[in-house]
């Protein structure tokens, strides 16, 4: 049977070609408990469909089952697409009337946040359709409907099988209104006195363009937060947040975060939990104090004066000598300067 001697520089001679084969590794090794998609759209950072993932700008606003929904007071709207270059998502109201279907009357509400950190893009139009003449953007408030590319009203309802029954029912064109989110950010449906609505995205581009080929849905603008994420990222981690503080953190693996970056700490990490497994393999037990931190892991080591026996199962062997804890520091200290 080898002496503990002999075993403490089998372990040290594991642990370096451990961390020398770890030193040639990218830091991008980590797991964490974020997913990065939901179905074929790609979730990256400010969004997260797991809570303490992405920003807590945007906690709970999306969520996954079979498809990905972005969630308001008024109801789940499917995600279409989301562009993380331009900064965009567009989604669709399932409740929403368009060119070919008529739905009820209904209202699309955000929170206050939603309306701050991802509001309605310039370039999407809410057309309010069959409004009374009584309707306030028909009189007190008419400067809040706009031209709209050149459309009109009876365009609209004239092109529009969905849209059609309301020129059929009055032998007219009644009246309606093409706003910004604004609109009916302050003013409900009831409000407004408009029996439907529908949405235009990339109004910019619809001129001369009929309503049959408009694109509709919801397009949102959202803003990264500067939270000195791209430092996480480059170090392999995910940014993501203390689910009670909301503060940002770096999350290296489904067990670690950090506040900015991984990578070289999650290495140490790692080298602490082979180390504590060879130490329990050669019959030593690590005081559990002691495993918070691989810092507090090696001051236990040294302040024994490089002798594990007060955490020792088989207390009756030879210590370690100083010799194999500063050569555990040293290569740990490695692991800080890569």
């Known amino acids: 049977m080898p002496t503990v001697a002999q075993a403490a ?60 929904f972005f969630l308001t007071p008024s109801g789940g709207y499917k995600v279409q697409h989301i562009d993380y270059d331009k900064k965009t998502m567009t989604i669709y109201d399932p409740a929403m009337s368009t060119c070919s279907i008529l739905q009820p009357r209904h209202d699309f509400i955000m929170t206050e946040v939603q309306s701050v950190t991802i509001p309605p893009t310039p370039d999407t139009v809410f057309a309010l359709l069959n409004c009374s003449i009584d309707s306030p953007v028909l009189n007190h408030y008419k400067n809040l409907c706009f031209d709209f590319s050149g459309h009109s009203c009876d365009e609209l309802y004239g092109a529009c099988n969905a849209f059609r029954v309301f020129h059929l029912l009055t032998n007219s064109s009644p009246p309606c209104c093409f706003t910004g989110y604004d609109t009916v950010k302050f003013m409900k449906m009831n409000i407004l006195d408009c029996t439907h609505y529908t949405t235009v995205v ?61 990578g070289k700490y999650s290495l140490i990490f790692a080298c602490q939990e082979l180390l504590e497994r060879l130490f329990e393999l050669n019959g030593f037990i690590i005081c559990g104090e002691h495993r918070a931190s691989p810092a507090n892991f090696l001051t236990r080591l040294l302040s024994a004066g ?33």
Not at 21 to 31: M, V
Not at 224 to 250: A, L, Q
Request: glycine share 8%; hydrophobic share 35%; aromatic share 8%.
């Open 202 to 262: 990339n109004t910019d581009n619809l001129r001369g363009i009929g309503p049959l080929d408009w694109v509709y849905g919801i397009k949102l603008s959202f803003t990264v937060p500067k939270t000195g994420c791209e430092r996480c990222s480059r170090s392999g981690g995910t940014c993501g947040y203390d689910t009670e503080t909301e503060v940002m953190t770096c999350l290296c693996s489904s067990s670690t975060n950090y506040t900015r970056e991984c």
């Open 9 to 68: 520089q089998l372990i040290t001679f594991k642990l370096s070609i451990f961390i020398i084969a770890t030193l040639q590794l990218p830091p991008a090794l980590s797991l964490t408990p974020c997913r990065t998609s939901c179905g074929s759209i790609a979730i990256n950072y400010p969004f997260g469909i797991d809570d303490g993932c992405g920003a807590p700008q945007f906690r709970s606003m999306l969520n996954c089952s079979t498809d990905l």
């Open 306 to 338: 490089g002798s594990i026996s007060a955490c020792d199962r088989l207390s009756s062997h030879s210590p370690w000598t100083f010799f194999h804890v500063a050569i555990l520091l040293v290569l740990s200290l490695l692991l800080v300067i890569q």
